[in-house]
């Protein structure tokens, strides 16, 4: 039986990741065993140029915070090394950051485990296919690219018709 200082730290540690996983916009799980410390440096280096909180938490305090959020389907993947990576603006940059990571370890010493957005929850293959969308940014560019070609032509042919006008004047 724990004594009480420890049961009361640990109680405090679930109220503290309560507060984060609810304050967060998106969140993935995932099982790091076997990675180096060179590429942990240098996958947490990444997460946090992101934005991104990136922890090691022991697998039965994330079970009581992850119910305590309302986020009781990831619970069942908790077995294991178990990292957590948390985002509190961009929904995509966990899973797209660590989906990347993980395809670059091609000998399953790192994997995903589950993920979450807001309050829905993500199976491997959901986040995995999460991972593949752009970021915001590059969603915007793209969008505004798709924009400006028309509104370019448009201009191309309201400048033709006012040339036309006026070599006829």
């Known amino acids: 039986m724990p004594s009480e200082k ?8 679930v109220a503290q990741l309560v507060e984060m996983l ?8 995932v099982d790091y065993k076997g990675i ?12 946090r140029e992101a934005g991104v ?17 309302g986020l009781d389907g990831i619970t069942n993947v908790l077995e294991g090394t178990t990292a957590i990576a948390i985002s509190n603006d961009d929904q995509t940059a966990p899973a797209r ?6 395809e670059d370890c091609k000998d ?5 485990k589950a993920g979450y957005i807001g309050e829905d929850v993500y199976d491997e293959a959901g986040v995995k ?3 593949k969308i752009p970021s915001r940014e590059t969603l915007l560019a793209q969008l505004v690219g798709s924009l400006q070609g028309p509104i370019q032509k448009l201009a191309a042919t ?7 006008d006026n070599e006829a004047a």
């Open 6 to 13: 420890t049961l009361s730290a640990k109680k405090e540690r």
């Open 22 to 29: 609810k304050n967060s916009a998106a969140g993935v799980l």
């Open 36 to 47: 180096t410390v060179e590429e942990d440096t240098k996958l947490r280096k990444e997460l």
């Open 53 to 69: 909180s990136y922890f090691v938490e022991k697998n039965t305090i994330l079970r009581f915070a992850l119910k305590e959020a």
């Open 97 to 102: 950051i660590l989906g990347k990571f993980a």
């Open 108 to 112: 399953e010493k790192f994997f995903l």
């Open 129 to 131: 296919a999460l991972s």
């Open 158 to 164: 309201l400048q033709a018709v006012v040339d036309k």
